[in-house]
């Protein structure tokens, strides 16, 4: 039974899918940010991973807010191994699938 006031402590289904988290605002000087991160969680029932991701900040001041974006400086190795395991798993699919339409032989060449 929870207590009053206690903090309930999050679901696996409250954290599957991919959300994002505001933290706390933090002023200094006239100037308030707050930071974005991107939260994902996977898993069943005995196993559960959560994935925390900063993704920018907001900025708030006396002229107005804006959003800045933390670039990922990771993000193009990222996209050329994803893009590199593409091609490999293409060759290797046409190659499997020129080699199952071959005919077997069954006798040595030379022999039928």
């Given amino acids: 039974m929870a207590r009053k006031g ?4 999050p679901r696996a289904e409250d954290l ?14 006239g100037r308030t940010v707050i930071t974005v991160t991107r939260v994902r969680a996977s898993g069943g029932a005995k196993a559960r991973a959560v994935e925390a991701t900063p993704v920018g900040y907001i900025e708030m001041t006396a002229d107005g807010s804006a959003y800045h974006p933390i670039d990922d400086p990771r993000r193009g190795f990222r996209a050329a191994a994803a893009a590199a395991t593409t091609v490999v798993g293409l060759l290797a699919g046409a190659r499997a699938l020129r080699a199952s339409r071959r005919p077997v032989r069954l006798l040595p060449p030379g022999r039928r």
């Fill in 6 to 9: 206690a903090k309930r402590r």
């Fill in 16 to 29: 599957r899918g991919e959300r994002l988290s505001y933290g706390d605002p933090v002023t200094v000087g």
